[in-house]
């Protein structure tokens, strides 16, 4: 994401021509988390009054259900909502990603990087287009996809608009949102049989278009603001998946048994959703300290690190909630370290000193050895820390390959930080289960 000029030309095009080139994407991780034969739908978006909670909510692990046995973390109702979270966080943070690489290129319609940003957020897309026809059938699949491609373009209109200070192709824009929200809303009321109620829908919709175009103000104006405001928009997204998957739960019972609501499926969809943006805002952060050479009193490198450390303080929180404030104030001190290692190990790979990454990659294996333990402990041994640490070690290996690609300039970087973000709704399953059967 390079600082370069302002002016964007015809990302639209850009947009259409890489969608229409990109097919299915039958290995996406997160879509495979729903039950067999029924992968989460996916729509996107979620009526305002079901905005995500703020991150430090603590997982409703503490709030037992009436009948616990009836419950499960891996549930199809738990799986359905996870993988809608998964998938629609990832549309906001590769959306803004690709608008925010594309107006750094100039509009450059052959940037290697634009392109390469978009087909990993057109990646989502057919990912979102494939879980709506495993549940909806393909003609609803398709439909899906044409909807949604479409309502990415009226974004990338409204990126060009305020770009370009074209104040009449921003209010068509917003016009062409609008009508977006209204099919969208019929849509899916229609294929759930009214389960999810289109008025209701419609409401989230335009929150939705509400946060990622202000989150597109501060990446025009190159505003550290910027990364906070789209983490607002991600967050939007935990509400959205919970009503969708509500509502999906509701008209397809025998599909999805079990309940949206219930402690395992609140404490899993928690987790996928902070550990998830964790990878995110880390790979957005490492990103920006490396395009400003490291200078980290950069404004816009500190905009990126105050919201990946509102994320580290929100999982603390989530940690202290089931574990006491001593435990999450320790987890905090364990996170903020093994952050620091990957900023060591950016730092190695950028100025080649291969004694300091090795050294990087030395703390990070004490980490997980520690993290490792420190679950086993406060768990009082349902989450072992064998069974933890190679997850652990699949978190560094892939954020640690992404980090490589962006300091090389490697196209590769935009695929590989989404391979990073979808392990995580696995680590997310394993340390829910674990925190289910520790406080049950």
């Known amino acids: 994401m390079r600082k370069s000029s ?64 009836a419950f499960a973390t891996d549930d199809g109702a738990s799986s359905l909502r996870a993988a809608l979270t998964s998938l629609l966080q990832e549309h906001v943070y590769l959306a803004g990603g690709a608008f925010e690489t594309a107006i750094d290129a100039g509009g450059d319609l052959t940037d290697p990087e634009t392109v390469a940003a978009v087909e990993a957020l057109d990646e989502n897309t057919v990912a979102l287009a494939d879980a709506v026809g495993s549940v909806a059938g393909p003609e609803n699949g398709a439909a899906f996809l044409g909807l949604w491609r479409q309502h990415i373009g009226f974004f990338v209109d409204y990126t060009l608009g305020e770009a370009t200070g074209n104040e009449e192709m921003k209010t068509q824009a917003l016009s062409d949102l ?83 609501d219930s402690a395992p499926a609140e404490t899993r969809a928690i987790l996928t959703n902070l550990l998830q943006e964790h990878v995110y805002l880390a790979g957005f952060a490492l990103e920006q300290a490396i395009d400003a050479g490291g200078d980290l009193e950069n404004p816009i490198v ?46 190695g790979e950028a100025t080649g000193n291969e004694e300091m990454k090795a050294q990087a990659l030395t703390d990070l294996e004490g980490y997980q050895q520690a ?62 289960t674990g925190i289910v059967a520790a406080t049950s």
Do not use: K
């Not at 998946?241 to 008209?251: H, Q």
């Not at 574990?323 to 900023?343: K, S, T």
């Open 371 to 432: 993290a490792g333990a420190f679950f086993e402990e406060i768990t009082g041994g349902a989450i072992p820390a064998e069974a933890l640490i190679p997850g652990l070690e699949e978190h560094v290996r892939t954020l640690t390959l992404a980090i490589d690609s962006m300091v090389a300039g490697d196209v590769a970087a935009f695929s590989q930080l989404r391979a990073a973000g979808q392990h995580m709704p696995m680590a997310a399953l394993a340390l829910a």
């Open 302 to 347: 500190g905009g990126a690190v105050a919201a990946l450390d509102i994320n580290t303080v929100a999982l603390a929180d989530v940690v202290g909630s089931v574990a006491g404030p001593e435990n999450g104030e320790a987890f905090l001190g364990l996170w903020r370290q093994h952050i620091g290692f990957f900023v060591d190990y950016t730092l």
């Open 178 to 260: 609008e009508g977006y929200q209204q099919a969208a809303g019929a849509f899916f009321e229609e294929i759930t049989g009214g389960e999810i109620q289109a008025d209701v829908l419609i409401g989230g919709l335009a929150a939705h278009v509400n946060t990622l175009t202000l989150a597109i103000d501060a990446m025009v104006a190159d505003s550290p603001e910027q990364f906070e405001l789209l983490r607002a928009a991600g967050q939007h997204m935990f509400g959205a998946a919970n009503l969708l998957a509500t509502g999906i739960v509701a008209a397809l019972p025998d599909t999805f048994p079990g309940a949206t």
């Open 6 to 69: 302002r002016t964007i030309l015809a990302l639209a095009a850009t947009i259409s021509m890489t969608a229409a080139a990109c097919g299915s994407d039958s290995n996406d991780a997160v879509t495979t988390v729903a039950p067999v034969a029924t992968e989460a739908p996916a729509e996107t978006d979620a009526p305002a009054e079901t905005d995500a909670p703020v991150a430090t909510d603590a997982p409703a692990a503490t709030d037992a259900p009436a009948e616990p046995a």
